[in-house]
């Protein structure tokens, strides 16, 4: 068995890999340790790592990890489905959301989000695969979704996320990708003056071919933690 450690250096000489083959730097790669259905022991192992950016999916275990750990100077990212009831404690606990597939939780976030925060992150999750997931906004409503959520104060619109249906061959991971990251250079270029900077793509079983698509930030669970417990 792996330790955390070694997984985690795995996973950077991953990334570092397929930078240098898509031509990109590997520093314009977030990792991001998903740590849904790991203990908080083991995000304090991610941590003595090098993890500074950890995902979580549940609020309630994720509010329960938070408590364990506000030692640790750590940045949450809310990357599960998200419920209109549970917006306010997301606004509060949490640095990114990647889920926004709607107006109404940007809003709702964006009126929740306390003053004495900085504007809360958020990316807008798009349904690439069409048919074969249901959540996230489809790629031709991304643009007025878009453009609604740039007006809400107390968010800031970083960019766009996808969870694709899965595949193996890496060609075929690639296209979904690339449909997100055109949809973002569309975006940057009707919008310069947003910080449209990031596309949230990639996850252990096709980090390769995000990276080779544009992805600044990978959601990683599996390759850092080892199988979630069940
Ligand atoms: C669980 C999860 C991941 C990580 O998946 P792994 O295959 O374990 O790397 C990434 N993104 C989202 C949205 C997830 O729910």
């Not at 083991?42 to 549940?58: D, K, L, P, T, V």
């Not at 809360?120 to 959520?149: D, R």
């Not at 249906?165 to 979904?176: G, I, S």
């Not at 079983?205 to 080779?212: H, N, R, V």
Request: charged share 25%; glycine share 6%.
């Amino acid at each position: 068995m792996l330790t955390i450690a070694e997984r985690w250096a795995q996973v950077r000489a991953e990334i570092a890999h397929a930078a240098r083959d898509a031509g990109r730097s590997e520093d314009d790669v977030m990792l991001l340790a998903v740590s849904k259905r790991h203990p908080a022991e083991s995000i304090r192992q991610a941590y003595e790592a090098g993890a500074r950016h950890f995902g979580e999916n549940y609020l309630q275990e994720a509010l329960e990890k938070q408590a364990q750990l506000t030692d640790l100077p750590v940045h949450w990212h809310f990357i599960g489905p998200l419920q209109s009831n549970k917006t306010r404690e997301v606004a509060e606990h949490f640095e990114w959301v990647h889920s926004v597939d709607r107006f109404k939780l940007a809003r709702r976030l964006s009126e929740q989000r306390p003053e004495h925060l900085a504007p809360l992150n958020i990316c807008l999750q798009v349904n690439v695969s069409g048919e074969s997931s249901k959540s996230g906004v489809s790629p031709t409503e991304v643009e007025s979704l878009a453009e609604a959520v740039m007006e809400l104060p107390h968010i800031r619109l970083r960019g766009l996320m996808c969870i694709p249906a899965p595949e193996t061959d890496v060609e075929r991971q690639r296209r979904p990708f690339e449909v997100l990251a055109e949809l973002l250079r569309t975006l940057r270029h009707q919008h310069r003056q947003a910080e449209l900077d990031t596309l949230s793509m990639g996850m252990s079983g096709d980090l390769p071919a995000a990276i080779a698509a544009g992805s600044t930030l990978v959601r990683v669970g599996t390759g850092i933690f080892g199988p979630r417990p069940s």
